[in-house]
């Protein structure tokens, strides 16, 4: 049913899009491009240039108001947005009052055929961030950017000049100051003040904004969501190991996994994950520890792995890091810190419960230690198959085995069974 539903949705939106191309001639595409420069957007511009070919569309306005983001996406769309023109298709920028051409942004918008600003816009502050990298590679990437931004604006008879400050000096331009420049043709108000300018008036105007994909998309391509819904991942799990509810390990397996698709998304560098790795390993050993310093060393070590997420190759513009973020790392920290606190009382109640064993039946049994026991500090053994909070008048090592001499509630005392 399903497979013949979707046939059906296909074939209408296929006849809806003939019928528009045939009755109202030409159609103009206008995208809605609010939001970072990142996977989620670069599929949005996709989406609309498609649009655009199947309705033979000869132009495409994209509405921008974007902070930048992600170069690997700009450098993406600037070649769709080539691919496009190269078939005939005339694809102009937008500004929108009081909108931002910024960072990422401002070479998607260099690319395009033309550049119209609104009052308040501004564009630029193009140097790309190389999180983690080495002065070489941030050297790297910004002289590379400064050629890509100069070709992008020679291509369309821009001043080149100006563009490349955009990258070289950080700089940014009013509307008044890119026209003057030579990078913006002219000022205009709206859509459709825009649409006159262009002499499209009459024409249809589609207008593609971002799906709710687009946007899931966009959520994932944040190095700080990918690295939190990792790092909650393994601390709903561990959770779970003490309260027994499948629900926490559902929750925790698709928060990591998100986390990784994010992460896949953003081409975080493998250093990053394996630093994750360590960082699952650490929070887990909190199972056997149960004193809250390997949980509180794997949520810092965690932390410096979300950091590492975005040290990608490509880099960024702007830096993806900024006070909101370094803010949610700190309460992140401050809420993973008072968990631990719980945990650690938890497992002292788990502990302290009633066994599977009766407590008086385990006297004069053997086991062996599950952990180092250094008076007067209590370890783990297991006796009689099952685990034992215990305590003795001399040192153990994990592994020594032992025998159960009195039990005092929930704690066995026991002494070392020498060998043979």
């Not at 690319?111 to 630029?124: C, E, P, R």
């Not at 909650?232 to 190991?241: F, N, P």
């Not at 783990?380 to 198959?385: C, G, H, V």
Request: include cysteine.
């Amino acid at each position: 049913m399903r497979p013949i539903l979707l046939a059906c949705i296909i074939i209408t939106v296929f006849i809806l899009h003939q019928s528009i191309a045939a009755s109202q001639g030409s159609v103009v595409i206008v995208i809605e491009f609010t939001q970072s420069v990142d996977q989620g957007s670069q599929t949005l511009i996709q989406h609309a240039i498609q649009m655009a070919k199947s309705l033979n569309s000869k132009t495409i306005i994209i509405e921008m108001n974007t902070p930048g983001g992600l170069l690997y996406n700009a450098e993406n769309i600037v070649t769709e947005i080539q691919n496009a023109e190269a078939e005939g298709i005339n694809v102009y920028t937008f500004v929108l009052p009081s909108g931002w051409a910024a960072s990422a942004g401002s070479y998607i918008a260099m690319a395009s055929n033309a550049i119209y600003m609104a009052d308040g816009s501004a564009i630029g502050s193009a140097t790309p961030i190389v999180v983690g990298g080495t002065s070489l590679e941030q050297n790297h990437t910004e002289s590379f950017m400064i050629s890509y931004m100069i070709s992008l604006a020679e291509a369309h008879g821009r001043n080149a000049t100006a563009a490349g400050l955009m990258v070289s000096k950080d700089a940014a331009y009013t509307a008044d100051d890119a026209v003057k420049y030579g990078i913006a043709v002219a000022k205009v108000d709206s859509l459709q003040q825009l649409i006159s300018v262009l002499n499209l008036e009459g024409e249809q105007t589609v207008t593609v904004s971002a799906s709710i994909y687009d946007n899931f998309l966009s959520f994932l391509s944040d190095a700080t969501v990918d690295g939190l819904l990792m790092l909650l991942g393994v601390i709903a799990i561990l959770l779970d190991l003490y309260h027994g509810s499948i629900a926490l390990t559902v929750i925790g397996i698709i928060a990591i996994v998100l986390g990784l698709l994010g992460a896949q998304l953003i081409q975080a560098p493998p250093a990053a994950l394996a630093i994750f790795a360590v960082a699952g390993v650490l929070i887990f050993l909190e199972v056997k520890t149960g004193h809250g310093l390997s949980m509180l060393a794997g949520i810092v070590l965690a932390l410096f792995g979300i950091w590492l997420l975005a040290g990608n190759q490509t880099g960024y513009s702007p830096s993806p890091f900024g006070f909101l973020q370094y803010s949610v790392w700190g309460i992140t920290a401050g809420v993973a810190f008072i968990g631990s606190l719980y945990l650690i009382r938890l497992r002292k109640s788990v502990m302290k419960g009633p066994k599977a064993v009766g407590s008086q039946t385990v006297l004069g049994k053997t086991g062996y230690m599950t952990s180092d026991l250094f008076p007067p500090a209590y370890g783990t053994a297991n006796i009689a198959s099952e685990d034992w909070t215990v305590k003795s008048d001399i040192s153990l090592k994990k592994g020594d085995m032992v025998k159960a001499i009195a039990v005092e509630g929930a704690i066995v005392t026991v002494t070392k069974v020498e060998d043979g």
